[in-house]
């Protein structure tokens, strides 16, 4: 069975750092690709990064490009996101998800992925 769990989320003020993690158990991420999504209250759940597990491609949303990384360790099996230079308009729950099998076409779109963890709180204010 495979899980998602993340953590690293908490209350910090604007300019300041976090990194979210993501660890996978019951699988290995060995091909695919993983996603950090988020979503404020009242809106719907929207593309933050991804990573292919394939030549290590990432891609970010524009407005995050320059201040947040994703990345992967594959001995612990665990994905993060490190958010630099974070904003007010960062505050949101982030969820990871994961889709195992095969190289998605749309890898912004939250309903390819197969697994989702169970959010992360991230706000950010002054």
């Known amino acids: 069975q495979v899980q998602l769990a993340e953590s690293g989320g908490g209350l910090v003020q604007p300019g300041d750092s976090l990194r979210l993690s993501c660890a996978i158990s019951?699988?290995?991420?060995?091909?695919?690709?993983m996603g950090w999504f988020r979503q404020a209250p009242g809106e719907e759940r929207k593309f933050v990064a991804a990573?292919?597990?394939?030549?290590?491609?990432?891609y970010y949303t524009d407005s995050v490009k320059g201040r947040f990384t994703i990345s992967r360790d594959g001995a612990k099996n665990t994905v993060y996101l490190q958010m630099n230079s974070l904003k007010p308009e960062d505050t949101a729950v982030y969820y990871c998800?994961?889709?195992?099998?095969?190289?998605?076409?749309?890898?912004?779109?939250?309903?390819?992925?197969?697994?989702w963890g169970q959010g992360t709180q991230v706000t950010v204010s002054s």
């Open positions: 998800a994961a889709a195992f099998n095969g190289i998605l076409s749309s890898i912004r779109t939250p309903s390819r992925y197969d697994y």
């Open positions: 990573i292919r597990r394939s030549g290590g491609y990432t």
């Open positions: 019951g699988r290995t991420f060995s091909s695919g690709q």
